[in-house]
């Protein structure tokens, strides 16, 4: 009777594995929300939609996705909390009056007088 059972719970196992979600690539989910995978990635990168990152450290480039999450992301309307992404661009200076990382070197001349 045992081996009937243990047969039964790893054939239920086998088809749990089975039946899970695949993860897809940015291109899917850019073809299934027919938008650009460039939009995509920018929606990811600012906590827009949900994804899981390939790799580690802290440049990551290759994001997986999950169909399911990503809809009920956007079917919920409810947008995750980000750093302040929007504002680190270049001609962002902060409130201390120093000059961001990565700015250009015109922006360095004009603040050293």
């Known amino acids: 009777m045992k081996s009937i059972e243990s047969q039964l719970i790893r ?16 291109d899917d989910i850019a073809a299934h929300l027919k938008i650009t ?8 990168r600012r906590g827009l939609i949900p994804a899981h990152p390939l790799g580690v450290g802290k440049c990551r480039r290759v994001w997986r996705f999950k169909i399911s999450e990503v809809e009920s992301v956007i079917a919920s309307g409810v ?27 015109s922006q360095r001349r004009k603040s050293n007088g």
Do not use: C, W
């Not at 054939?11 to 940015?26: G, I, K, L, M, N």
């Not at 947008?79 to 120093?98: E, P, Y």
């Open 11 to 26: 054939s239920e196992a086998h088809a749990d594995f089975f039946q899970r979600e695949p993860y897809v690539t940015a």
């Open 37 to 44: 995978r460039r939009q995509v990635l920018e929606m990811t």
């Open 79 to 105: 947008r995750k909390a980000t750093s302040d992404a929007h504002n680190d661009s270049l001609a962002h200076r902060s409130s201390d009056g120093t000059i961001p990382p990565g700015s250009s070197p």
